[in-house]
């Protein structure tokens, strides 16, 4: 049986003006919704107490094991609205797929599918009013205009909760969905982004937690990214942890070449890369641009090679927050590299303007990966 995931309505939510001002202009990640959901899990009952609740802190001992040992996973994916006001979730059966094999790998309890997506259907139609681009509610001003970007991005979690300092898998585990409205990724538009390709630090090794979506994995990748920055990148590429050799991904995407003779190649899934969903539906859509889909281990010296030759003709990073993002110049401890012509190329351009098409419903969703929530 489902977890039922029933409404405590917050006494207190932000008014619609406040609401209004937010949505105007969200950015990304600093505003949350009214509500969240949450559910308990125990080693003694399994999971229970799950409901749609006001938004709000958790109390935490400080003995709480995740603060320790970082028992803890996550997952990321939006609801998107249509022109003609009704919300939909894109592929969300895959995200609740990861956020399983992330739980089993971190030894946390499995959220069973069906859960998972309860939760973030309730807490969707608990606070449809912050999914951008909708009427308020007995408003007489006009549905705000949406650039075809903006979005309600869902974070779903889950962590050991158990207040106990030994070293082993937590007895209480809080799972909790929080929402908040984002506004275009890029604010100006889409522009390539410089990268830097870390030899100094790796994101994940062969054995370790790359395929999980866990926190410990983003904290890792932090200094990297501040190294990045240090060389005036945007972003760091990581390469593998054993030789260095071997293109990995970006600290929170995945990556993609396009070559002279029409190959999308993305680095094959090794263990230590997460499988993106963004990364899956591109190979899927592939075929439909002329593009042949191969997914197989490419050498950092590869690139740069064929970066020179102009055999790679394109280079673009791919998840759900940024969608698809050229990548317009490589930098590394030799040197650096502009991509083609340095601007967005042609394919990056089409693949990115499909995908979003098929998730705002301005495109035929041929796949079926669209999920209607209102
Ligand atoms: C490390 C990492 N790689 C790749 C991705 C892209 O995954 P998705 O397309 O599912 O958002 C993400 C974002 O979730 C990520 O954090």
């Known amino acids: 049986m489902s977890l039922p995931f029933d409404l405590r309505a917050n006494p207190k939510p932000r008014s619609a003006a406040d609401r209004r001002a937010i949505l105007a202009e969200p950015g990304f990640g600093l505003y949350f919704t009214d509500h969240m959901s949450v559910a308990t899990w125990t080693s003694a009952d399994g999971w229970h107490d799950s409901a749609v609740v006001p938004y709000g802190p958790f109390q935490l001992d400080p003995a709480t094991a995740v603060l320790h ?79 075809g970007e903006q979005s309600l991005y869902l974070r779903p979690f889950m962590f050991a909760s158990e207040a106990f300092l030994g070293v082993r898998a937590a007895h209480r585990v809080t799972y909790a969905c929080i929402a908040s409205p984002a506004g275009p ?42 190294e990045a920055a240090e060389h005036g990148c945007d972003q760091v590429m990581f390469a593998d942890a054993a030789e260095h050799a071997w293109l990995e991904e970006l600290g929170g995407m995945n990556v993609y070449l396009v070559t002279r003779d029409n190959e999308l190649i993305t680095p094959e899934l090794t263990g230590s890369i997460l499988e993106g969903v963004t990364r899956d539906s591109i190979l899927t859509l592939a075929r439909e641009f002329g593009l042949t889909p191969v997914e197989r281990r490419v050498g950092v010296q590869e690139l740069l090679d064929g970066l020179g030759s102009g ?45 979003l098409d098929v998730q705002y419903g301005r495109a035929e969703d041929t796949h079926g990966g669209l999920r209607r929530v209102l």
């Open 69 to 147: 040992y970082a028992q803890e996973i996550f997952e990321g994916l939006k609801a998107y609205r249509h022109a003609d006001g009704s919300v939909w979730l894109f592929r969300p059966e895959k995200n609740a797929d990861r956020f399983a094999r992330s739980a089993t790998r971190l030894a946390l309890p499995v959220l069973p599918e069906a859960d998972f997506l309860g939760s973030i259907e309730a807490l969707v139609s608990a606070d449809a009013a912050w999914v951008p681009g909708g009427t308020e509610p007995g408003s007489p001003e006009p549905a705000a205009v949406t650039t």
């Open 185 to 226: 990724y890029f604010a100006k538009g889409v522009h390539p982004i410089t990268i830097w390709i870390s030899t100094t630090y790796t994101r994940a090794a062969p054995g370790g937690t790359g395929a999980a979506k866990c926190g410990g994995n983003y904290a890792a990748s932090l200094v990297a990214q501040a």
């Open 311 to 355: 055999q790679v003709t394109e280079l673009f990073a791919c998840g759900t927050a940024a969608v698809i993002t050229p990548i317009g110049v490589i930098k590394h401890e030799g040197g650096e590299v502009t991509v083609g012509s340095g601007e967005t190329g042609e394919t990056t351009a089409a693949l990115r303007k499909n995908l």
